[in-house]
Protein backbone atom coordinates (compact mmCIF):
# COMPACT_ATOMS: atom_id res chain seq x y z
CA UNK A 1 0.00 0.00 0.00
CA UNK A 2 1.42 3.28 -0.89
CA UNK A 3 0.81 6.22 1.03
CA UNK A 4 0.99 10.21 0.44
CA UNK A 5 1.33 12.66 2.32
CA UNK A 6 0.95 16.33 1.45
CA UNK A 7 2.06 19.02 3.64
CA UNK A 8 2.96 23.09 3.10
CA UNK A 9 -0.68 24.50 2.88
CA UNK A 10 -1.97 27.39 3.86
CA UNK A 11 -3.17 30.60 3.67
CA UNK A 12 -0.60 33.06 1.48
CA UNK A 13 -1.17 36.81 -0.06
CA UNK A 14 -1.11 37.90 -3.52
CA UNK A 15 2.14 37.78 -4.95
CA UNK A 16 3.25 35.26 -2.48
CA UNK A 17 5.47 32.15 -2.41
CA UNK A 18 4.32 28.53 -1.10
CA UNK A 19 6.30 25.46 -0.53
CA UNK A 20 4.18 22.21 -0.78
CA UNK A 21 6.00 18.74 -0.40
CA UNK A 22 4.72 15.15 -0.67
CA UNK A 23 6.01 12.33 1.13
CA UNK A 24 6.04 8.93 0.05
CA UNK A 25 5.84 5.90 2.30
CA UNK A 26 7.25 3.61 -0.58
CA UNK A 27 10.97 4.51 -2.76
CA UNK A 28 9.63 6.76 -5.04
CA UNK A 29 12.12 5.27 -7.64
CA UNK A 30 9.25 2.69 -7.93
CA UNK A 31 6.98 5.07 -9.46
CA UNK A 32 7.27 5.79 -13.35
CA UNK A 33 6.10 9.13 -12.85
CA UNK A 34 4.96 11.80 -9.67
CA UNK A 35 2.84 14.68 -9.73
CA UNK A 36 0.83 17.64 -8.27
CA UNK A 37 -2.68 18.45 -9.51
CA UNK A 38 -5.48 20.89 -8.44
CA UNK A 39 -9.00 21.01 -7.78
CA UNK A 40 -10.65 24.20 -7.12
CA UNK A 41 -14.02 24.78 -6.40
CA UNK A 42 -16.10 23.79 -8.79
CA UNK A 43 -14.22 22.78 -10.92
CA UNK A 44 -12.40 19.61 -12.37
CA UNK A 45 -8.98 18.28 -10.92
CA UNK A 46 -6.29 19.48 -13.30
CA UNK A 47 -3.10 18.84 -13.58
CA UNK A 48 -0.26 21.24 -12.25
CA UNK A 49 3.06 19.47 -13.04
CA UNK A 50 4.57 16.06 -12.92
CA UNK A 51 8.09 14.90 -12.72
CA UNK A 52 8.97 11.17 -14.10
CA UNK A 53 11.65 8.88 -13.05
CA UNK A 54 14.54 10.32 -14.64
CA UNK A 55 13.36 13.75 -13.74
CA UNK A 56 12.32 15.40 -16.51
CA UNK A 57 9.27 17.70 -15.95
CA UNK A 58 5.92 18.89 -17.22
CA UNK A 59 3.92 21.47 -16.81
CA UNK A 60 0.66 23.24 -17.05
CA UNK A 61 1.24 25.68 -19.83
CA UNK A 62 -0.19 28.50 -17.71
CA UNK A 63 2.33 27.58 -14.55
CA UNK A 64 5.25 26.90 -15.61
CA UNK A 65 6.53 30.46 -15.77
CA UNK A 66 5.91 30.21 -11.74
CA UNK A 67 5.72 26.87 -10.47
CA UNK A 68 8.65 24.16 -9.80
CA UNK A 69 8.75 20.74 -9.21
CA UNK A 70 11.54 19.01 -7.81
CA UNK A 71 12.05 15.65 -6.22
CA UNK A 72 14.42 14.39 -3.61
CA UNK A 73 15.05 10.95 -3.86
CA UNK A 74 17.08 9.94 -1.04
CA UNK A 75 14.16 11.47 1.17
CA UNK A 76 11.28 9.95 -0.92
CA UNK A 77 9.53 13.28 -1.49
CA UNK A 78 8.52 15.78 -4.32
CA UNK A 79 7.99 19.76 -3.97
CA UNK A 80 6.14 22.28 -5.65
CA UNK A 81 7.56 25.66 -4.97
CA UNK A 82 4.63 27.82 -6.16
CA UNK A 83 6.21 31.71 -6.62
CA UNK A 84 4.07 34.51 -7.76
CA UNK A 85 0.33 33.16 -6.73
CA UNK A 86 -2.65 34.20 -7.59
CA UNK A 87 -6.27 34.01 -6.07
CA UNK A 88 -7.11 31.84 -9.00
CA UNK A 89 -4.51 29.56 -7.55
CA UNK A 90 -6.40 28.99 -4.36
CA UNK A 91 -7.51 24.82 -4.71
CA UNK A 92 -6.80 21.95 -2.87
CA UNK A 93 -3.30 20.69 -4.28
CA UNK A 94 -3.13 17.14 -4.39
CA UNK A 95 -0.02 14.42 -4.86
CA UNK A 96 0.05 11.79 -7.59
CA UNK A 97 2.03 8.89 -8.07
CA UNK A 98 2.06 6.26 -10.67
CA UNK A 99 3.07 2.49 -11.26
CA UNK A 100 2.44 1.65 -14.88
CA UNK A 101 -1.37 1.95 -14.86
CA UNK A 102 -2.12 2.36 -10.88
CA UNK A 103 -2.18 5.72 -9.59
CA UNK A 104 -2.25 6.93 -6.08
CA UNK A 105 -3.36 9.96 -4.15
CA UNK A 106 -2.27 11.84 -1.50
CA UNK A 107 -5.38 13.24 0.97
CA UNK A 108 -4.87 17.10 -0.21
CA UNK A 109 -3.08 20.00 1.02
CA UNK A 110 -5.40 23.39 1.06
CA UNK A 111 -3.93 26.40 -0.83
CA UNK A 112 -5.58 30.05 -0.16
CA UNK A 113 -4.51 33.09 -2.14
CA UNK A 114 -6.39 36.33 -0.77
CA UNK A 115 -5.34 39.33 0.76
Known amino acids: QVQLVESGGGLVQPGGSLGLSCASSRNIFDFNVMGWYRQAPGKQRELVAT???????NYADALKDRFTISRDNIKNTVYLQMNSLKPEDTAVYYCNAKILSRGYWGQGTQVTVSS
Open 51 to 57: INVGGVT
